[in-house]
């Protein structure tokens, strides 16, 4: 069965960096684009950046364009997400999500925590 | 501020129907063309979201005739007929935005069944 599995949260200080890692299973993972979406304590779902199948275009929310940068390595069945210059509005869960065609996406991790704090 | 407007909540009682709406933008929702159709994403309370429909109107495997999607001009509905308890969950719509080259969400919608 299809499996999403995220890493890599953790508690970082403001201006540092993380990468975050999904790594999938169950389908052919260099068919699909990939998404990582996060969600804000209590708030709604924001999307954060999108990698094509083939890895050879990628798209950022305004938010994060600059900072984050989305990768896949289909060797490894895995997407990243290298986040730099960190800053505490970037606390969230992070999902990463199977991406149908920008978006629908039908399976989601079960999403990694970021805490960004001094 | 959301690209898509949903309202904050609704509510009904069990068996009953109740309906969610987004509205958009002829960029997000309004557009019919390339990947702006619009999908639709149930959420629990400290668990990843799950979808529900997509392409404006079509379910996934295992999602139950109850829930149905609709779009009509920048304006897409979410309807989930005989109401259950365990229905009570927060609702997203999401599309992409060919102007912006961007997927955007609604801010959610939180179901309660009374």
């Known amino acids: 069965q299809v499996q999403l599995v995220e890493s890599g949260g953790g508690v970082v200080q403001p201006g540092r960096s993380l990468r975050l890692s999904c790594r999938g299973s169950?389908?052919?993972?260099?068919?699909?684009?990939m998404d990582w979406v996060r969600q804000a304590p209590g708030k709604g779902l924001e999307w954060v950046a999108l990698i094509s199948y083939d890895g050879t275009k990628e798209y950022y929310a305004d938010s994060v364009k600059g900072r984050f940068t989305i990768s896949r390595d289909d060797s490894k069945n895995t997407l990243y997400l290298q986040m730099n210059s960190l800053r505490a509005d970037d606390t969230a869960v992070y999902y990463c999500a199977r991406d149908l065609v920008a978006g629908p996406y039908d399976y989601w991790g079960q999403g990694t925590l970021v805490t960004v704090s001094s | 501020q959301s690209v898509l407007t949903q309202p904050p909540s609704v509510s009904a009682a069990p068996g009953h129907k109740v309906t969610i709406s987004c509205s958009g933008s002829?960029?997000?929702?309004?557009?019919?063309?390339?990947?702006?159709?619009v999908s639709w994403y149930q959420q629990f309370p400290g668990t990843a979201p799950k979808l529900l429909i997509y392409d404006n109107d079509k379910r996934p495997s295992g999602i139950p005739d109850r829930f149905s999607g609709s779009k009509s001009g920048t304006s897409a509905t979410l309807g989930i007929t005989g109401l259950q308890t365990g229905d009570e969950a927060d609702y997203y719509c999401g599309t992409w935005d060919s102007s912006l080259s961007v997927v955007v969400f609604g801010g959610g919608t939180k179901l309660t069944v009374l």
């Open positions: 002829s960029s997000n929702t309004g557009n019919n063309y390339g990947n702006s159709f």
């Open positions: 169950g389908f052919i993972f260099s068919s699909y684009a």
